[in-house]
T-cell receptor
Framework: GIQVEQSPPDLILQEGANSTLRCNFS?????LQWFHQNPWGQLINLFY???GTKQNGRLSATTVATERYSLLYISSSQTTDSGVYFC??????????FGAGTRLFVKA | DTGVSQDPRHKITKRGQNVTFRCDPI?????LYWYRQTLGQGPEFLTY????????KSRLLSDRFSAERPKGSFSTLEIQRTEQGDSAMYLC????????????FGSGTRLTVV
């Protein structure tokens, strides 16, 4: 089956710093989502981005489907950005495959 | 409609007991999914419903697990004869019937089997 790899696995930032999270996938995908899981376990949909670039405030995402990767950019990080960021891909079946996540901690 | 609702938020049960979780999806979404997440891992697919039909089940879903979605509205996930290895977060998600547009997840039910 398709493999989804996220990097880095762990990231510690000083508040105000910028960061880039990466998601590589091993096969063609129909759709891709980025999620933020907050410390209480809630998965929040950040971007639904099968291709191209989208921006929402301090966050933006780019997916290059032909090269099988997606990037999530976080600018001017805040402590509330802490949590786990998941990339999830949909391959045309009924299920979405999640990566193992990037654990982000933003220090005040 | 404020999103996907799951109940209960937390459940502690003794090994061997049966437990049932409920999920209420976004009302206009006809696709509903159950996922399981263990500590330090991403969510893993369990099963999928389109309306009331259960169209796919993961091999993770042993015969102790059963899911239903009567009338294509809310769904229940039952675990019989719970084992300690069943301890996890159980997540429900829904999505639009067109198949495009992303998932919306509920807050999850955290199960602890003691």
């Amino acid at each position: 089956g398709i493999q989804v790899e996220q990097s880095p696995p762990d990231l510690i930032l000083q508040e105000g710093a910028n960061s880039t999270l990466r998601c590589n996938f091993s096969d063609s995908v129909n759709n891709l989502q980025w999620f933020h899981q907050n410390p209480w376990g809630q998965l929040i949909n950040l971007f639904y981005i099968p291709s191209g670039t989208k921006q929402n405030g301090r966050l933006s995402a780019t997916t290059v489907a032909t090269e099988r990767y997606s990037l999530l950019y976080i600018s001017s990080s805040q402590t509330t950005d802490s949590g786990v960021y998941f990339c999830a891909v949909y391959t045309g079946g009924f299920k979405t495959i999640f990566g193992a996540g990037t654990r982000l901690f933003v220090k005040a | 409609d404020t999103g996907v609702s799951q109940d209960p938020r937390h459940k502690i049960t003794k090994r061997g007991q049966n437990v049932t979780f409920r999920c209420d999806p976004i009302s206009e979404h006809n696709r509903l999914y159950w996922y399981r997440q263990t500590l330090g891992q991403g969510p893993e697919f369990l099963t999928y419903f389109q309306n009331e039909a259960q169209l796919e089940k993961s091999r993770l879903l042993s015969d102790r697990f059963s899911a239903e979605r009567p009338k294509g509205s809310f769904s229940t996930l039952e675990i019989q004869r719970t084992e300690q290895g069943d301890s996890a977060m159980y997540l429900c998600a829904s999505s639009p019937g067109t198949g495009v547009g992303g998932y919306t997840f509920g807050s999850g039910t955290r199960l602890t089997v003691v």
